[in-house]
Nanobody, 120 residues
Framework: QVQLVESGGEMVQTGGWLRLSCAASGLTVSRSIMGWLRQTPGNEREFVAA??????YYGDFVKGRFTISRDDASGMLYLLMNSLRPEDSAVYYC???????????????WGQGTQVTVSS
């Protein structure tokens, strides 16, 4: 059974940084497509970043501010977010799948989400 558990979301000021973590079990992160997506109330989920093998992918709005990484030994996925803006406020989800398109919101497994709030 695949489980994804996010942590690290909190309130931060504009220009600040956060690191989100995702503890994955029931799958091998190095062999999976691991992603971060976000959602605000009333809107659809938005692709933030993904990592597949040695390759990383980002949504256009990231513009070099975020870095996705993983620790294969511990089964952890991370998202380091710098230069945060109020519009980055959202629930951030960790997600995974075994194959398919990477830059998408179509993933098979999801965590419960962690709230990020950026105050102006």
């Amino acid at each position: 059974q695949v489980q994804l558990v996010e942590s690290g979301g909190e309130m931060v000021q504009t220009g600040g940084w956060l690191r989100l973590s995702c503890a994955a079990s029931g799958l091998t992160v190095s062999r999976s497509i691991m992603g971060w997506l976000r959602q605000t109330p009333g809107n659809e989920r938005e692709f933030v970043a993904a990592i597949s093998g040695a390759n990383t992918y980002y949504g256009d709005f990231v513009k070099g501010r975020f870095t996705i990484s993983r620790d294969d030994a511990s089964g952890m996925l991370y998202l380091l977010m710098n230069s945060l803006r109020p519009e980055d406020s959202a629930v951030y989800y960790c997600a995974a799948k075994s194959r398919g398109r990477v830059q998408t919101t179509d993933f098979d497994y999801w965590g419960q989400g962690t709230q990020v709030t950026v105050s102006s």
